[in-house]
Nanobody, 123 residues
Framework: QVQLVESGGGLVQPGGSLRLSCAAS????????MGWYRQAPGKQRELVAA???????NYADSVKGRFTISRGNAKNTVYLQMDSLMPEDAAVYYC?????????????????WGQGTQVTVSS
């Protein structure tokens, strides 16, 4: 069983910063990529940033230059440093992992999601 647990959301004033964390646990063999998505009320879930293992990062145009995605030393963790936050960044942020899990010979590739963490940007 694989779980993704996020933390770090909260209320911040415009122009402020937050750092989101996500840790994947369980019978993980390898991780192909991890990322962050967000969903605001009445809107579709959208990609914020992604970081494949061994590849280059990818950001939504709306967050380029303000957000930074990184992987932890444990490699099963991913962070999202969010600076210069704007009211339009307010949303529920979801961690996402594309990974292989299970026993050798029975590996399964699947995308997992965290439970979401609320980010509110308001004065």
């Amino acid at each position: 069983q694989v779980q993704l647990v996020e933390s770090g959301g909260g209320l911040v004033q415009p122009g402020g910063s937050l750092r989101l964390s996500c840790a994947a646990s369980g019978n993980i063999f390898s991780i192909n990529a991890m990322g962050w998505y967000r969903q605001a009320p009445g809107k579709q879930r959208e990609l914020v940033a992604a970081i494949p293992s061994g590849g280059s990062t990818n950001y939504a145009d709306s967050v380029k230059g303000r957000f930074t995605i990184s992987r932890g030393n444990a490699k099963n963790t991913v962070y999202l440093q969010m600076d210069s936050l704007m009211p339009e960044d307010a949303a529920v942020y979801y961690c996402n992992a594309d990974l292989l899990s299970g026993r050798i010979g029975e590996l399964v590739r699947r995308v997992y999601w965290g439970q979401g963490t609320q980010v509110t940007v308001s004065s």
